[in-house]
């Protein structure tokens, strides 16, 4: 077996045939390079029992041999190999004669080791406030002159930065597979090939019987079908899939089909599918994607820009930190990537797919966890992983398959001791590693964090942050926005974003305070601030580190994002409508059941409230007529009114009371659960009926307490000798419209500690417009405005019943109130307007609701 030797930067390595050899950047490597654009595990160079050869294991920037990125090739002597860039990337020089030996274990070679320097800074030599800080002078690490020379036009080019660089993978394929076919995943060498026959249906989906198994719980047991048409041509059918089939991104109809080309690319979980001739090509995301964004820029009402022109890309498997002062525009940043508010121009690449185009199908292997806990924290944790299995997962998954998922999940976090524990018990680093769970259950290859260590000890924020090192070296790739600079050095990226929205820096960590000149990041934000008319964006425009990490994504110009119709974007739903109802309404009774406190106030608060009224007397407001006793006299009976006020009151604050913080408590989960394929209206629903059942009761309690020991006449106008419950129903019905007002509130609130002030004025608007304390009837402008409040027709159905008219007719002359007239169309008007008054604020509630959902989904 022939040696082989290898030069590069002046030294000589004999490499042994019976072992291979891994290059990159990796300190535990054989031959390691310090280059920023060679990857961590960029190549092996291997004897494959015929010859030399080596093998691209899906760098960033890619293998070239002879000008041409490779994945694999034949080495010889003479073989000239450039890693990261096809001119001037380092070279490696390969023969067949005997040369010098370097053991690669003991001698690796550094392709440069700039020698370190720290430039003049603004806090070295102070200032006033008004002159600018010292200009920056760069280190001087080795700088490519000719730094992305021969970039294609095209950024859809597979041998482009885009495609097979910063959102690239592993090349494949010959010059030809790559000439007639679209590039999948940065253009990576197919999983496996399966041969399709003219006529032949091949069936894709996770139960064993398909043609095609797929094991990924994000695929329905029976999810699609090729057919191969008679004209030749290949034709992908949705088999009533619950997680959808995508042809290039965009959902296909559900149980719908579509005529496939030759460009097109279907999506079904996981799996990426194109036709190459007579065979299937099938491509999985196993989690090792590349990332970047192109020339962000976002601009909001008024025309100012609060993200400006923001590039950078990532490799697969990288932790990146993203960093700034408030007002950087971190938090925008961080929508514009997710695709929760697209940026208004630039690209957002996922492994080189448009990740606007295409949220329809990448939405789902992205992951978010937001600032606060995306989970309800009076559950245990299998409870709330429990659950969030059920609205995430198919429908047709079974309780075995998500069971086992979240089994895997907890062991990899190691959260597995902790499963039965409430979530409020445990500490903050655990609570954010089960919010982490959570997101992991559907495999995302890409994770994004907001502030993670937020309120965190120094010691749990290094636990976070390594937790966070291990999903990426476990192949993902995560993004993480952070105030935090104590454990940036876990990352492998770092990008500071300026005020105003710009990119300050990116690139390495460790060269971040060199580049800035300071030696804390208290200074460098120090600096932010007292220079903020300062160009921080232009003084990175023109450094050599924006030559070596951006350079090659802003060479192409910035586009506006062309949006598909929004009925596209829109994700399809994993569960039905009813089976989203059914798992939402049983997680929120485990949740209140799990609150003792609540319980009790459940039942205590409605039993004051309708005990409150006792002391006053009621009166009969009935008199025997002294010339017939067998005919009665009604009397005025001022107190009536009193009591009914007092009922109405309380049943309006404890149906309001009930709800006014369910929406608010719960937004954050909300949003990140719509985001995945919650329906809106299931949610919505699901608090309608669970509060509204809890409300109804307490109505109900109320009204009982409030006349059951009080004289009420025999008959009613409806019901007849249920007169009681012919009472009840109106205050049962306020406290349930009450309770949709709350709902509303919730809603529209943007903090918890504005619904109380909120709830009172609610209260008390209600006690005004009752018509109890002065008539309504006749006063020109209130009276119709009172036709808004519930209380209004609430108190009138009940007047309806008891006659108001009569033993408490309104004072002056205005005459009889129509609402409170002794019949039963008056009590029938009555009770429609209440219950109307409720379902129009569930409208408005559903539409309040939309302000918190991804921009890209909303109708």
Partial sequence: MPELVL?????????????????????????????????????????????????????????????????????????AVHLGNATDGPQLTLSGAAAAVTTPQTQPARHHDPAPHRDPAPHHDPAPHHQQPAPYQQPTPHIPQQHGAGVPD????????????????????????????????????????????????????????????????????????????????????????????????????????????????????????RIVGDRLEEFVDTGEVSFSARRLTVTVEGGKQILKDVSFGVPEKSLIAVIGPSGSGKSTLLKALTGYRPANEGEVLYDGRNLYKQFAELRQRIGLVPQDDILHKELTVQKALTYAAKLRFPADTTGQERAARIDEVLRELKLDVHRDKKVTSLSGGQRKRVSVALELLTKPSLIFLDEPTSGLDPGMDRDVMQLLRGLADDGRTVLVVTHSVAELALCDKLLVLAPGGSVAYFGPPEEALNFFGYDTWADVFSAFENYRDYDWAGRWKGSQHYQMYAADLDAVAAQSVAMPPMQAMRPPKPQGWTAQFATLVRRYISVIASDKGFLALMVVLPAVLGAVSLPIDWGTGLLPNPVDPRIKLITPNSTATTVLLILAVGACFAGAANSVRELIKERVIYERERATGLSRSAYLMSKVFVLGVITVFQGLLVGVIGFATRKVPDEGVVLGGLTLLELCLPIMA????????????????????????????????????????????????????SYLMPSRWA?????????????????????????????????????????????????????????????????
């Fill in 7 to 79: 030069e590069a930067n002046g030294q000589t390595w004999t490499l042994d045939p019976s072992r291979s050899y891994a290059l990159g950047r990796d300190p535990q490597g054989d031959i390691v390079f310090d280059d920023a654009r060679v990857s961590w595990r960029h190549a092996t160079v291997r004897f494959d029992g015929r010859g030399w050869a080596i093998e691209d294991n899906g760098s960033t920037n890619g293998t070239f041999v002879r000008g041409r990125r490779i994945h694999r090739s034949d080495l010889g002597p003479g073989t």
């Fill in 154 to 273: 095209s950024p859809d080019s597979p041998d482009s930065p885009d495609s097979a660089g910063h959102g690239s993978g592993r090349g494949g394929g010959s010059a030809h597979d790559l000439a007639s076919a679209p590039p999948v995943y940065g253009d990576r060498s197919p999983t496996t090939f399966h041969h399709i026959s003219l006529g032949r249906v091949m069936r894709i989906g996770r139960a064993l019987e398909n043609d095609l198994v797929v094991s990924d719980l994000q695929v329905s047991r029976s999810h699609a079908e090729f057919h191969s048409t008679p004209d030749g041509r290949m034709e992908i059918r949705d088999l009533g899939s619950h997680n959808g089939t995508y042809v290039n991104g965009q959902p296909i109809d559900k149980g719908g089909s579509r005529l496939l080309g030759p460009t097109d690319i279907v999506g079904v979980g996981h799996s990426t599918f």
């Fill in 734 to 785: 306020l406290g349930f419209t009450s309770m949709m007002f709350g709902l509303i509130i919730s809603a529209l609130v943007k903090t918890a500690e504005k619904t109380m002030p909120l709830l009172v004025m609610f209260a008390i608007v209600q006690v005004v417009f009752t018509g109890c304390l002065f008539a309504l009837n006749g006063a020109v402008g209130v009276n119709q405005f």
């Fill in 795 to 859: 108190v009138a159905a009940a007047g309806a019943t008891l006659d108001f008219n009569r033993i408490s007719p309104p004072e002056g002359d205005t005459g009889a109130d129509p609402l409170w007239e002794h019949t039963a169309a008056a009590w029938g008007m009555d009770m429609a307007a209440v219950l109307a008054l409720g379902v129009l604020c569930g409208f408005l509630v559903a539409r309040f609701l939309r302000r918190h959902e991804p921009e890209v989904m909303r109708k």
